[in-house]
């Protein structure tokens, strides 16, 4: 089993920033890969930004050149660096882990992002 603890959000004005860490714990010798997603009220959960093992990242189109992914393996955590933030990023963003981009199979508790205009 593995442990995903998001941590970081909170409620910033439009063009602010955050930054969002998840620490992962238990079996992480089995993750491969990482992600954020993000669910706005009424709104169905979308992909943000994922990351392999090796560090390779992929963000949705409507964070790219915004949002940042990245790993500390020391620390068993990764961080989503969100800049030039907008009312419409405002969502409860969730950490997940698993064996691959599309195998996220474990997901922490959700952190709540709000972004007021």
């Known amino acids: 089993q593995v442990q995903l603890v998001e941590s970081g959000g909170g409620s910033v004005q439009a063009g602010g920033s955050l930054r969002l860490s998840c620490a992962a714990s238990g079996s992480i010798f089995s993750i491969l890969a990482m992600g954020w997603y993000r669910q706005a009220p009424g709104k169905q959960r979308e992909l943000v930004a994922t990351?392999?093992?090796?560090?390779?990242?992929n963000y949705a189109d409507f964070v790219k050149g915004r949002f940042t992914m990245s790993r500390d393996d020391a620390k068993n955590t990764v961080y989503l660096q969100m800049n030039s933030l907008k009312s419409e990023d405002t969502a409860v963003y969730y950490c997940a882990a698993g064996s691959g981009v599309f195998s996220l199979n474990y997901w922490g508790q959700g952190t709540q992002v709000t972004v007021s205009s």
């Open positions: 990351i392999t093992q090796y560090g390779s990242t």
